[in-house]
Structure formats: structure tokens, C-alpha cells
């Protein structure tokens, strides 16, 4: 449906393949789906410079495009590109992206070329889960209450001519509709709860709470006052507006700030700007400047910057739509921008170790790291250079900015980060409490605790000792912000870490990988895996590396008994298209010798 790139069925598999100048192209079910289900399917792509995707509770509408028809819906997107974001969830024809790949980084290093990845979708009532290759990736709670569509594997379109011939697979596809139930994500994943002013159960479990009721001022009040501003701001229809007064700044109702101070943080809020407006959410807000105007903070910058002048001011766009304010421009593609009118998705992460990120509609669009001299650099320049220590605070409070200009604000979520002399991956409060002292540290949820020798709650938490993990910490030095993940990456039951870092242009990425020995009771280091690029590791315990030096190639590994990476086999170096049989049949022959080893 809707273009006319072509399809087939090749040893087992459907088979699409793009075509020149076709837009987007579906091969659809022959009937809708109702209710609840679970899909699942495999799927391999040759070709990073395109991408694709498997639409699900989708629709056609046969007069779109000018009579070529249009299939829209939701789709779990495939992105083998330099984006990489693969499992995130695209609202085709519709509303575009609604879990983008930034929201999760674990989508992003885990869809390769080449080799086929496991998919899974589970649609309950409005929620949606995406999980690729076993891990959990997207979490979405959505507003649309009709539970019904059909399924469609995508062809894209394609903008080059040499890009004609590039092919998609999918095979062992599967759906299941009878006794779903919802299936437990690990916590620590993101959810875009489009319903607003709410949170479900597994955000509650996972330490987020709302700032916003969506009925009342509780837990807010005026800057450099005892109560909530009696006039300048509205409470109504699940809003918290800013009323205009001619946009002088902080004339009307003036600020208002959190009643609660917060160091690291996770915050997540949605905003609705009116045409030329200007607002902003500060954070670090400390009252101690006594200075008349708007109370003194880190600003994300809110913004019609179509309009007003302050977008055209300061140095290089620093002063537009979800800058840090007059010191960091935000590098935002237009297409991430919802304009005046309609609700944009502000999210702020400051980490224990002072880095931060700004996010806008689940594109990040800045980062930087605070208290640095680099920081302090760009605070001697601007307007804030005559506030001594500005932003540099242990704690502050969360501002919402009256700037005379109609701005409304709602869905105000926060979750505490754990600082950084705790070092807790999980951190919802009742595990703080129970766990954390002076022997234990970084708390994990796994599900199967009873593999650890270490203090455990219910069958529920583990905790690792400290002196566990100091290893690796010291490994990490130098890596702006390592992330950890726990799963049983070598197939033996134990849980794993893998610590890993990717900030695109910014650093390279690296894996190091920490197998759990059960007989010594502690993480051993595997030594050579942090020289491997694109790692995974597969049910039957093989290690496939893959990379791009002008051509793709692609390297497999097993692990030795003494802990380390030995390549099995060749290297399989081609042209992107023409590779993965070759990779097969390679990967086909250490296995055979894997199988033979005793």
C-alpha cells in the first residue's frame, strides 16, 4: 500500500526492497487486530543509510496523497543509521515521534546490520512496550483510546538513486492475542505519559513524582514569598498559566518556585506557549540573591522564537527555545520544534556528577557539565558574571517564570538521582532507606537474587558491596558519564555488568564487561572487550563485533575460561549489501566449532 517498492519471500523470510522514487511503501495485513496483543518477529537490515519500521494499530486512508493512499499509525521504528533509534516508537501519518531512541540510550547500541534482532511489542489497553533483542526500550502511555489496526512491515523511502536495491527482512513473524497481560519493565526506563498531570504504578515504583497536581498551588509558592501569587497565575482545565501583563518580567503574579529543594534530578514538563511569548524553567533557584525581577537560576528557555526579539539576542542563539539561558544555544531541528499553540516536552537531567542535559520533545539538545571551568568560562560572559558562584549550588528550587506573556504549564514530573557519594543506579526512596550505608552501595534490580551471595529483600533487590564495584568505577575514570547495565550477558544464570559510555561526537563509545564468578563471588573483568567496537553476545555465548573502516566487517569472539575475548575464526570485511551471507555462513562455522568444544 501507499508506494510501490517491491516484495518477496526468500528462504523463509519476506523480502522488501526499495525502489526510486516510491514513497513509503507497506505490506499490510489482510485484517485488523483488535485488543490487547504481543508481536513478535525477527528482522535484518543490510544497509545503514536508510531505515524502517513495523507498524501496528495502524489504519489506511485511501484518499491521502493525492489519491496514492496513506497507512498511519504507530510504528516501532529500525534505525541501523548514525541516529540509531531502533525500538523507539513512531506515530506514522499522525503525530511523529513519541519515544524517541534519546529517550532510552540502550536502543542505541543494540540494532546492527547484518544479522537478524529479535522484536517485540506489547500492546495493552493505551500502553505500549518495545523490547529489542531481550532488552526493554520504549514505555509510552498514550491518550488514543481506539484499540484496533492492522500490522504492516514498511519499505522507506529513499532519496538517492544508488539506494534502489537495498534490502529488509522479516521472518518468524508472530502475534498473540489471548490472555495478554502486561510484562514487567526493569526499572530506570523512561515513560512518555501522554495522559496529563498523571503517573502510572511503575513510575511511582521508580521514584517519580508529580509537582503539579493538575488542581491546586500545593507544594508551590511565590519567589521571595510566604504564599502562591493571588493573582498573575490560573489554575484551570489541568493548567498552570502564567496570565499576560504586557511581558514585563515578574510584574504581575511574579515566579514561583518549588516549596522542596532538589540536587540531582530527572524532570520532565510540558509546556504550551502562546504566540511571541517568552517564560523559562529555572533550576538551582536559591532566593538568596534578594534581587528584584525574576528570582536568579539555571533557565531552560522557553520560547516562541519565531517572534520575540530575545531569541535574535545574547551570543549565537543562546537565548532560544530550550537554551541554558544566555550561555548554551540548543541545537534543535525544526521538526522537533511544536509551535505556539501546541504542547512541547521540556526534560532537564542533572546527574550526580553534575552533568546535564536538556531534551526537547525527546531530542537532546544540549549538554554540558556544571561547575566545570568550561562553565564557568561562558557564566564570565554573560549577564549572570556578577552573581558569584552562579549555578553552582548544592540544591535549589525549580522555577516556573512569569514574563508577562500567556505560557501554560502541566505533566510537571521529578525523580530524584542519588548523589554522588551514594552511587545508586535505582533509587526510589524506600530502597535508599533499607539499603544504602556505609558497606553497601548501587543498588540493582535483577530477578533472580539468590544467584548473589549479598543481602537481599524479598527476592525482589540485591545488593552489591561496594568494594565490587570499585573496580569497576576506577575502569570508568576519564568517562564523562558511565551507564551500567545488568543482564546475563554470557548465558550462565548470573547476572553481568556492562559498563559503557556514548556521547556521539563528543567521546567515543566503550564496553567493558564484568562476568559474575560464582566460585570467588565477585565480577572478573573480561580482558580485550573494550578493544571490541559494536559488541553483543548471543545465546549460545559467541561474541560478534562489527564496525565500519570504509567497508563493514564483522568479527567473532568466545570467552575463555581465564576471563578474555580469543577471536573464532575471520574477519568478514564487504560492502554493506553484499555482506550478509558471507556473515552467515561464517557465524554458521564457529558455532559448529563452538558446539564441539567440550
Known amino acids: 500500500m501507499a508506494g510501490t517498492a517491491d516484495y518477496k519471500v526468500e528462504d523463509g523470510a519476506i523480502v522488501g526492497i526499495t525502489t526510486s522514487g516510491s514513497p513509503n511503501t507497506f505490506l499490510v495485513s489482510d485484517k485488523k487486530f483488535t485488543g490487547d496483543f504481543i508481536l513478535e518477529m525477527e528482522v535484518k537490515m543490510d544497509d545503514s543509510t536508510t531505515n524502517s519500521g513495523i507498524q501496528f494499530k495502524s489504519n489506511y486512508d485511501s484518499a491521502a496523497n493525492k489519491g496514492r493512499g496513506r497507512v498511519f499509525g504507530y510504528q516501532f521504528e529500525l534505525d541501523p543509521s548514525s541516529r540509531k533509534w531502533s525500538g523507539g516508537v513512531y506515530d506514522e501519518g499522525r503525530r511523529e515521534w513519541l519515544y524517541t531512541g534519546s529517550l532510552n540510550s540502550r536502543s542505541q547500541t543494540l540494532f546492527t546490520t547484518g544479522v537478524y534482532h529479535k522484536i517485540k511489542i506489547e500492546c ?196 532560544t527555545l530550550a537554551s541554558l539561558y544566555d550561555l548554551i544555544k540548543a541545537n534543535k531541528q525544526s521538526r522537533f520544534i511544536k509551535q505556539p499553540g501546541k504542547w512541547n516536552t521540556g526534560r532537564i537531567i542533572v546527574y550526580p ?138 548465558k550462565d544464570g548470573l547476572k553481568d555488568i556492562l559498563v559503557y559510555h556514548d556521547h556521539g561526537a563528543r567521546a567515543n563509545t566503550f564496553y567493558y564487561l564484568y562476568l559474575a564468578d560464582k566460585l570467588h563471588k565477585t565480577f572478573v573483568k573480561v580482558k580485550g572487550f573494550e578493544k571490541l567496537s559494536n559488541t553483543s553476545i548471543d545465546e549460545n555465548k559467541i561474541v560478534t563485533s562489527y564496525g565500519l573502516a570504509g567497508l563493514t566487517y564483522y568479527s567473532f569472539y568466545i570467552i575463555t575460561k581465564d576471563f578474555e575475548v580469543k577471536q573464532v575464526g575471520k574477519t568478514i570485511e564487504d560492502d554493506p549489501r553484499d555482506i550478509s551471507d558471507r556473515v552467515e555462513m561464517e557465524y554458521n562455522r564457529v558455532l559448529s566449532l563452538v558446539k564441539k568444544k567440550p
Open 124 to 319: 495493552t489497553g493505551t500502553t505500549i512496550k518495545t523490547w529489542l533483542d531481550g532488552a526493554a526500550i520504549a514505555y509510552v502511555i498514550d491518550t488514543l483510546k481506539k484499540n484496533e489496526g492492522l500490522i504492516a512491515l514498511q519499505v522507506h523511502s529513499i532519496g538517492k538513486p544508488e539506494q534502489a536495491g537495498i534490502k529488509l527482512y522479516w521472518k518468524n513473524i508472530r502475534i498473540n492475542t489471548a490472555n495478554v497481560s502486561s510484562t514487567t519493565f526493569p526499572k530506570g526506563i523512561y515513560v512518555a505519559n501522554l495522559i496529563p498531570n498523571s503517573l502510572n504504578g511503575y513510575e511511582v515504583q521508580d521514584g517519580w513524582k508529580l509537582l503539579f497536581d493538575g488542581r491546586s498551588s500545593d507544594g508551590w509558592t511565590g519567589a521571595y514569598k510566604k504564599t502562591f501569587p493571588e493573582k498573575g497565575w490560573e489554575i484551570k482545565n489541568g493548567m498552570m498559566k502564567v496570565l499576560p501583563s504586557a511581558g514585563s518580567e515578574s510584574a504581575n503574579g511574579g515566579d514561583i518556585v518549588t516549596k522542596e529543594e532538589f540536587s540531582a534530578f530527572d524532570l520532565s514538563f510540558e509546556f504550551l506557549l502562546t504566540p511571541g511569548a517568552n517564560s523559562g524553567l529555572k533550576y538551582f533557584v536559591t532566593l538568596s540573591e534578594n534581587n528584584p525581577g525574576s528570582a536568579i537560576g539555571l533557565e531552560y528557555q522557553v520560547l516562541d522564537d519565531t517572534l520575540h526579539p530575545d531569541a535574535k539576542m545574547g551570543l549565537n542563539g543562546n537565548r
Open 353 to 490: 556528577n553534575n552533568h546535564v542535559e536538556h531534551y526537547l520533545n525527546g531530542m537532546k539538545v544540549l549538554e554540558y557539565e556544571r561547575i566545570s571551568q568550561a562553565y564557568r568560562d561562558l557564566v564570565a560572559i554573560s549577564k549572570y558574571k556578577v552573581w558569584p558562584n552562579f549555578g553552582e549550588a548544592k540544591q535549589g528550587r525549580i522555577l516556573l517564570q512569569d514574563h508577562g506573556n500567556e505560557v501554560s504549564f502541566r505533566s510537571i514530573k521529578i525523580k530524584k538521582l542519588i548523589s554522588n557519594q551514594t552511587s545508586s543506579i535505582y533509587n526510589s526512596t524506600e530502597t535508599i532507606k533499607k539499603y544504602f550505608n556505609e558497606e553497601y552501595g548501587f543498588t540493582i534490580e535483577i530477578d533472580d537474587p539468590e544467584h548473589y551471595d549479598y543481602v537481599s529483600n524479598n527476592a525482589k533487590f540485591t545488593v552489591i558491596r561496594m568494594r565490587d564495584m570499585r573496580k569497576v568505577i576506577e575502569d570508568s575514570i576519564g568517562c564523562m558519564m558511565p551507564e551500567f547495565e545488568f543482564e546475563d550477558y554470557n
